[in-house]
């Protein structure tokens, strides 16, 4: 036997979300090893004992039928569950402290400044040394990945004007669009697409932005839509792709959000009109 994790993946919306990558603070991320799949989870996991060959698919096939999806959810959580955390705020002299404790760690410390909004910082570091604006973390984000998650646009420009490369690859393929679509950070993703950002990249598991920008929306957060907006206003998307779990960004709409009825201005109409 050997110990697999199982997750039930129920979103706080109550519809299920599957995503390919290990995403960041504060969620839960594990991962179907007989898949490949990441999947994230707001709530809960449990450990459970499987065979080597068994297969969370056929789970699905035989209990899918308790996990509450969209409109239909049974989820009873109160509304406050279903706003994402805040980020912590602190003080100017615990972002100094921080700063001190990494002056010798230039890498990690551009890492920790394109997270945290320290413009200064990273402004500081790239006039030490450029080549900073390529370094990676152990998962393979680099500066502006992590300032695209976090939403931190200043900071997105300063790298792009440091010669950072717009589509770099974690080691699950994601690229910095695809951080700021999963985020709904819709200024960053703007400037990335301006900036040449690939809008149809794929990561490792299919997933392109747009796929992440479907999965993550809700009415109370605007910035969900006007990235759903922005993407399917680009010329050159490619709605029709599918992920590894063979789903079109559409397809993840229409069982994980509000806004699906959105994507029908990318859909392909036929004129049943006669011709006179």
């Given at each position: 036997?050997?110990?697999?994790?199982?997750?039930?993946?129920?979103?706080?919306?109550?519809?299920?979300?599957?995503?390919?990558?290990?995403?960041?603070?504060?969620?839960?991320?594990?991962?179907?090893?007989?898949?490949?799949?990441?999947?994230?989870?707001?709530?809960?996991?449990?450990?459970?004992?499987?065979?080597?060959?068994?297969?969370?698919?056929?789970?699905?096939?035989?209990?899918?039928?308790?996990?509450?999806?969209?409109?239909?959810?049974?989820?009873t959580g109160s509304k406050d569950?279903?706003?994402?955390?805040?980020?912590?705020?602190?003080?100017?002299?615990?972002?100094?402290?921080?700063?001190?404790?990494?002056?010798?760690?230039?890498?990690?410390?551009?890492?920790?400044?394109?997270?945290?909004?320290?413009?200064?910082?990273?402004?500081?570091?790239?006039?030490?040394?450029?080549?900073?604006?390529?370094?990676?973390?152990?998962?393979?984000?680099?500066?502006?990945?992590?300032?695209?998650?976090?939403?931190?646009?200043?900071?997105?420009?300063?790298?792009?004007?440091?010669?950072?490369?717009?589509?770099?690859?974690?080691?699950?393929?994601?690229?910095?669009?695809?951080?700021?679509?999963?985020?709904?950070r819709v200024s960053v993703a703007?400037?990335?697409?301006?900036?040449?950002?690939?809008?149809?990249?794929?990561?490792?598991?299919?997933?392109?932005?747009?796929?992440?920008?479907?999965?993550?929306?809700?009415?109370?957060?605007?910035?969900?839509?006007?990235?759903?907006?922005?993407?399917?206003?680009?010329?050159?998307?490619?709605?029709?792709?599918?992920?590894?779990?063979?789903?079109?960004?559409?397809?993840?709409?229409?069982?994980?959000?509000?806004?699906?009825?959105?994507?029908?201005?990318?859909?392909?109409?036929?004129?049943?009109?006669?011709?006179?």
């Open positions: 036997m050997l110990a697999v994790r199982a997750v039930t993946l129920v979103s706080v919306s109550g519809a299920s979300q599957i995503v390919d990558v290990k995403t960041r603070p504060p969620y839960v991320t594990v991962r179907n090893v007989n898949n490949g799949i990441w999947r994230n989870s707001f709530r809960c996991q449990r450990l459970m004992e499987f065979p080597e060959d068994f297969n969370q698919l056929e789970l699905l096939d035989t209990h899918g039928h308790l996990i509450p999806r969209g409109s239909g959810s049974v989820w569950d279903e706003e994402e955390p805040e980020e912590r705020e602190h003080s100017e002299e615990w972002y100094l402290e921080k700063e001190e404790a990494l002056k010798d760690e230039p890498n990690e410390l551009i890492l920790w400044a394109a997270e945290n909004n320290r413009l200064a910082t990273v402004h500081s570091l790239l006039a030490a040394d450029p080549s900073l604006v390529h370094c990676c973390d152990e998962d393979g984000y680099t500066p502006l990945h992590r300032a695209a998650y976090s939403g931190h646009i200043e900071v997105v420009c300063a790298l792009l004007a440091g010669g950072s490369k717009v589509n770099p690859r974690t080691i699950d393929g994601w690229t910095p669009l695809h951080s700021a679509c999963r985020w709904s703007s400037c990335l697409l301006q900036h040449g950002a690939e809008l149809n990249a794929q990561t490792n598991g299919g997933l392109t932005p747009l796929h992440l920008a479907a999965s993550y929306t809700s009415f109370s957060k605007t910035d969900s839509r006007h990235t759903l907006e922005l993407l399917l206003s680009q010329r050159h998307l490619k709605p029709g792709l599918r992920s590894s779990s063979g789903e079109t960004a559409g397809e993840v709409a229409r069982r994980s959000g509000p806004h699906h009825f959105m994507f029908e201005m990318v859909e392909d109409y036929v004129n049943v009109v006669p011709i006179s």
